[in-house]
Structures are given as C-alpha cells and as structure tokens.
C-alpha cells in the first residue's frame, strides 16, 4: 500500500480475515488521503482518479491481447490433439478475462496508493505510476 510503511503489526491477529481486510482498508483509505493532500484542487482529484483507473486497465488490456494471440496461435496445436477447437478457445479465453479483470482491481488499488504526484511548470499535474 505504501513505499514507506514502519508501523507495527504484531498486534494483528494473523489468523482472522476481518482484522487483516480492516486493516488493510484503513492503510489504503490513509495511503489516498494523503495522496489527495498533495492535489487540492477537485478537478485534479477527479482526473487523478480517472488516470490510475485508465492506466490499469490499459496495462492490463495490453497483455490480454498479447494473451490472445498466442492462444490464436496455438488452437492448430489443440485441434490435431482431437479437442473441440471452439470449446477449449472459449474455456480459455474467458479465465483469462476473469484473471484480467483480478488484476486491474488490483493494480488500480495500487495506482492509487503507489503513485507519486507532482505539478509541472504549467501548473498541471503529473503522475508517475508505480
């Protein structure tokens, strides 16, 4: 959630999923604010927002597509291995639409907590993601 994280998390039991999903959301909620104290102008905020949503699910797109291809490439393999082309094609494509779609929750939870926010000379914001 963060670069830079000391605190201490001994007194977290290890063993009960609600305390660990409680605190985790507490560091992210704490994580966004502050990066949301460095923009404090609303419109930033928003296009901040809209920037590591995009970002996410274009990264991940890119190698759905790439995932793709080299399923495309591969069905003749499958087809002189007496298997129905279409139904394995489908199989597959839609787990890795379902992994994707895992992914760009998590890297758009990670754009937002691990980005680094700065202003250029214009005044505009820019944004390095992790």
């Not at 591969?74 to 992914?103: A, C, I, P, W």
Request: aromatic share 12%; glycine share 2%.
């Amino acid at each position: 959630m963060s670069f830079v994280f000391n605190e201490d998390v001994s007194t977290i039991d290890m063993n009960n999923y609600e305390e660990i999903i409680q605190f985790l959301t507490q560091q992210f909620v704490h994580q966004l604010h502050s990066n949301f104290e460095v923009v404090s102008d609303p419109y930033l905020k928003l296009r901040f927002l809209q920037k590591s949503v995009l970002k996410a699910i274009d990264s991940e797109w890119i190698e759905q597509v790439d995932n793709l291809q080299q399923l495309k490439s591969s069905v003749n393999n499958r087809q002189n291995g007496q298997r129905n082309v279409v139904f394995e094609y489908h199989k597959v494509v839609l787990e890795t639409y379902e992994y994707m779609s895992e992914d760009i929750k998590r890297n758009i939870i990670r754009n937002l907590c691990l980005s680094i926010l700065t202003f250029d000379q214009s005044g505009d914001i820019v944004i390095y993601f992790p």
